[in-house]
Every structure is written in structure tokens, then in C-alpha cells.
């Protein structure tokens, strides 16, 4: 039996080129290491369409050369689009494999997946234990389907059925290191605003899941649950060692929704790079709470160089409407506290969201400049499937008739997707325009940028920052 994972092309059918970067399907090594170890009979590989720049049909016609058995796609919600297209020319090219999907929009809405998609599976939630369960009943023959947790398809009538959730894998250690032989890691570099190397750059993923429920992020939904499952340090960091010794990577972008959510966990994790002698660097996501300074020189000892906080909005009103459950105060006291250690902090802000006002966007641009972070990365409220918002823009009728979901896109140069009484969208990213100008084209803040610059790999940052600014169009 074979199985293909595939990455299909985006940024070809739409999105901002570069803003991304090219990251590593981290989702698919997993997949495709877990089938891997469960069943060594059935060859596994990897087909990265968006890495390698391939049109859909490059992409089907190398689907073929392999004769794969399955194709399992991931799909979150602005790559849609591109995979209801790629599934169709599949499926006419391959009308024996069978297609499954997986990922944020088809764990979402699983029911409208089916119904604008022609892929015969959907895996809802975590992937690698009901992958591995469907390729085991499709290389026994057919049977039915509805006892693999995890899994929704269509009866013999074409009707949606959802099967009961997977259960949670309980225990990440026991997960295989994903796959990176089967991808080439010199297609992966990270966007220009989380490079901290001029070395190769993976993602790692440390834990699964978040305890908050921001109204416009879908985490919630794509884990199932808002409980965190952390790997031990000792698992991660033979990871890292893995990366550096097998494949040259030392930088690394770790995945985690909430990086620093234990301390304890964090500090474990810092001991034993430094420990192991891993010259390594890398990035995390973090909450700007609770982030003491001990904390924060173990993570710069141990190779932190950038720390990434999601703020939000300036706006105490638009943040509650989001249920972010920040301190403007206490963001301010750590961000303060990593750029006097050296780490370079970045921090995301959405313009849009329901309530926002012109006031609000001036409040929001006010504060970024005040928090003093090396980067800004602003954001249109988008309603993600699988969020709070996209619930309450559905009961508002705030989704903009006729849009696309490569629309949904939080930056891209299509017409956004959510309809606010208080703004246009026209008038959204006018604003979301103007706060990226007022922010980074400060004399104070270029000229800053310019004196810090030590590494060659920070002049390569500042043009590909430059070059995907003037790609977003007024
Ligand atoms: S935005 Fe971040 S903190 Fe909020 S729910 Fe999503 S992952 Fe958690």
C-alpha cells in the first residue's frame, strides 16, 4: 500500500507571497512517521506543492508517478480553495486512490467539507492515530468506516456522517519524531519576522493545545479540547539534537500555541540544551504574563532569540470583546524586560474586529509603538471556522455574500471577509494600511534598526520585511 501527504500551493492561488515564509508541513512528518512506525509495509511519502512552487497539475501528475493508494491533504481554511481544485483533478487523474483531508477547516466543518470537496475522508482533530486506522481497513479491503473515531465520510447516499471524536493522545513522548526525511529541508526558511539564523530554520512542535479561548482563534476546535499536552524536555530536546546532528538545522520556530505556559517545563527544557551543548537558536510564542526575568535569561541562555506575543488591540473594550484577558501594563513590563536581555519581541495585532472603530485602530497603533516591540505584525480580523467570531459573524450576517475562503486570509491583498457595522471593509484596510506605514516607517525606528544590525542574516530580514510590505497593495 502506498500513501501520499500532500501539501497543495497556496500562495500561487492566493496570499501574500513571503509573509509565511516557507515553513515545514510539520502536521504531515508527523502523519507520515506515526503510519510509518504502526505499519513498516505501507510506504509513506511526502509531496510539498507549496515548497516546491508546483502548479496543480505538476502536483497530480507526480501524485501518479507514486500510484498512491491514498492522498491525504491538509487543509486549513484560506488553502481551501486550492484544495477543492487539486482534489477534483486528482480524483479525474486517480479515480481509484482514495483522497482524505485533514486539518483546521475540515475539523471545523466537517459537513460543508463533504458537501464543496470531492475527498472521500475527513480526519477531524489530531491526525496520526485515525490516518493510521483508515490505511490499515483501506489495505485490508473495503469495509465500513463508521467505527474509526476521528473520521467523517459519505454513506452509500452521499450523506455526511461524523464518527464519535479521537480520544487525545494522552502522551506525546510516545509519538515517532516527524518525518523530516521525507521533505528537503532546504526548501524551509522562516518569514523574515521570526528568522533569527542565517543557518537553516525548522518548526518544532513542543506541546498540543490552549487553556484560552480567544474569540477569533480556532485552537479550541482544532485540538478538541483547551487542555495542553506537553512533551518532556528530554523528548524535545533529542529532537533539537536530531535536527542539528542529522539534518544541520539549529534554528528552530517552535509551533506551540503556549510555549511558556509552564515554567517549570520551560526552564527543564533550557537546562538541557544548555546541558547537551546544542548551539542553537530559536523562537516561541509566549503570553506576556507571568514571564519572570529568571525565566527569561534560562531562554536566552539557551538560545531564545525572539519572543512572540499575541496583544491583540490597544483597545481595553475591543479586548474584552475577545475574551484576551491580557494587561496592557503587564505586556509592557515584559516585553521591556526580553528587549533589555536582547531578545527580539514581536507582537501580533488585529484591525477589524467587531466593535472597532477609527478611534479603536489609532488606540491599537498607540500601543504598539508604546510597548516598544522589534515587530509589529498586524492583522484583518478574519472569522475563522472553528472560532467564536466566525460563530457570531454567521448569526450577524458579517461574512461578506460571495466571499471566497482564500479570502479569509488575515493578510492578503483579496478583499476581506468580515463585515463590521461600525467599518467598511474598505475602510479596514485603509486603517490596517496606514497602522503598518505609521508603525514601521518611523525615522526612529528604521534608524534603530539599522544601528542593530550585527548579522548579515538581519540585512536579508530587513529587505524580505521591506519587499512583502511593498506587495501588500493599498
Ligand atoms: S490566540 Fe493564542 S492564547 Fe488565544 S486561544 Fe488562540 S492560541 Fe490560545
Known sequence: MRVLLLNAAFNRYGGVQGHGGAQIPLNLCYLAAYVRRQRPGVEVRILDAEAEGLRHEQTVERAAGFAPDLVGITANT??????????????????????????????????????????????????????????????????????????????????????????????????????????????????????????????????RGCPFHCGFCSANTVWMSRRIRSRSAGNLVEEMAECVGRYGIASFNFADEFFTADKARVLAICELIRQRGLEVTWVCSARAQKLDRQTLQAMKAAGCRELSFGIESGSPEILQRMDKRIDLEEAKSVISAANALGIRTHAGFIIGYPGETAETVRQTVRVAKWLDVDIAAFWIASPLPGSRLWEEANANGWIRPGARWSDFSPLSNNRSVLTIPTLSIDRIRQLHRRALRSFYFRPRYILRKLLSIRHGYQIANLFKGLLILMRIRK
Not at 165 to 185: F, G, H
Request: aromatic share 4%.
Open 78 to 207: 484560506c488553502v481551501f480553495d486550492s484544495v477543492i481544485d487539486l482534489t477534483a483533478l486528482l480524483k479525474r487523474r486517480m479515480p481509484s486512490a482514495k483522497v482524505v483531508l485533514g486539518g483546521s477547516h475540515p475539523t471545523a466543518l466537517p459537513e460543508r467539507t463533504l458537501a464543496e470537496c470531492q475527498a472521500d475522508f475527513l480526519v477531524l482533530g489530531e491526525g496520526e492515530i485515525t490516518l493510521n486506522e483508515l490505511a490499515g481497513r483501506l489495505a485490508e479491503g473495503p469495509n465500513g468506516w463508521g467505527d474509526i473515531a476521528g473520521l467523517a465520510f459519505r454513506d452509500a447516499e452521499g450523506k455526511a456522517v461524523v464518527n464519535a471524536p479521537r480520544p487525545l493522545i494522552e502522551d506525546l513522548d510516545s509519538l515517532p519524531m516527524p518525518a523530516r526525511d521525507l521533505v528537503d529541508n532546504s526548501l524551509y526558511y522562516p518569514p523574515p519576522t521570526k528568522n533569527v539564523s542565517s543557518g537553516r530554520s525548522t518548526l518544532i512542535s513542543t506541546s
